[in-house]
T-cell receptor, first 112, second 114 residues
Framework: QKEVEQDPGPLSVPEGAIVSLNCTYS??????FMWYRQYSRKGPELLMY????GNKEDGRFTAQVDKSSKYISLFIRDSQPSDSATYLC????????????FGSGTRLLVRP | NAGVTQTPKFQVLKTGQSMTLQCAQD?????MSWYRQDPGMGLRLIHY???????DQGEVPNGYNVSRSTTEDFPLRLLSAAPSQTSVYFC?????????????FGSGTRLTVV
């Protein structure tokens, strides 16, 4: 079993829809949670991050962490065609190595 | 700032050949790492370094060597290329210390081993 599970998609939605992307994890020691966006043939770029449980909002993006359920989510409001990309969740424990463990990514397609 | 620079962008190797993937960052980041990305597998950590002179193995280190002689550079060496090493390789760096610091990724090296 992978430490971090993520539905690969693809997820296809119409422009303007609310998108929900999710990851589950098995290691309760994870403390820091991040979402990366990766456009085709590019490197991932950091989109959102949260520490421990709770919500964080940044513009059209909201990240949620539920540590009791070992479940994290990324919501995209008013989705745009430019949001079409692969979204990877990532997480790490509080240790000195800064190692990030990634999910396999969900491919999102926003149709005009 | 150039960020994280990876060279080459594309490479085709024959089985058994060796090569070095270059990675350089100009942000004075302490932490650097190499990942490989394969379809359905996500990003898997190969090797990482928390500072010059310090390296350690990640999840899939076999067949790869690294060294960190300077803060800026973190090359990845393939000792004897195998078709299973066909992948996209990403170098990433991060500021050290506690707290939430995201990685800055390079644009990747697409490697094919025939």
């Amino acid at each position: 079993q992978k430490e971090v599970e993520q539905d690969p998609g693809p997820l296809s939605v119409p422009e303007g829809a609310i998108v929900s992307l999710n990851c589950t994890y098995s290691n309760s020691a994870f403390q820091y949670f991040m979402w990366y966006r990766q456009y085709s043939r590019k490197g991932p770029e950091l989109l959102m991050y949260t520490y421990s449980s709770g919500n964080k909002e940044d513009g059209r993006f909201t990240a949620q962490v539920d540590k009791s359920s070992k479940y994290i989510s990324l919501f995209i409001r008013d989705s745009q065609p430019s949001d079409s990309a692969t979204y990877l969740c990532a997480m790490r424990m509080t240790d000195s190595s800064y190692k990030l463990i990634f999910g396999s990514g969900t491919r999102l397609l926003v149709r005009p | 700032n150039a960020g994280v620079t990876q060279t080459p962008k594309f490479q085709v190797l024959k089985t058994g050949q060796s090569m070095t993937l270059q990675c350089a960052q100009d942000m004075n980041h302490e932490y650097m790492s190499w990942y490989r990305q394969d379809p359905g597998m996500g990003l898997r950590l190969i090797h990482y370094s928390v500072g010059a002179g310090i390296t350690d193995q990640g999840e899939v280190p076999n067949g790869y060597n690294v060294s960190r002689s300077t803060t800026e550079d973190f090359p990845l060496r393939l000792l004897s290329a195998a078709p299973s090493q066909t992948s996209v390789y990403f170098c990433a760096s991060s500021y050290g210390g506690t707290g939430v610091y995201g990685y800055t990724f390079g644009s990747g090296t697409r490697l094919t081993v025939v």
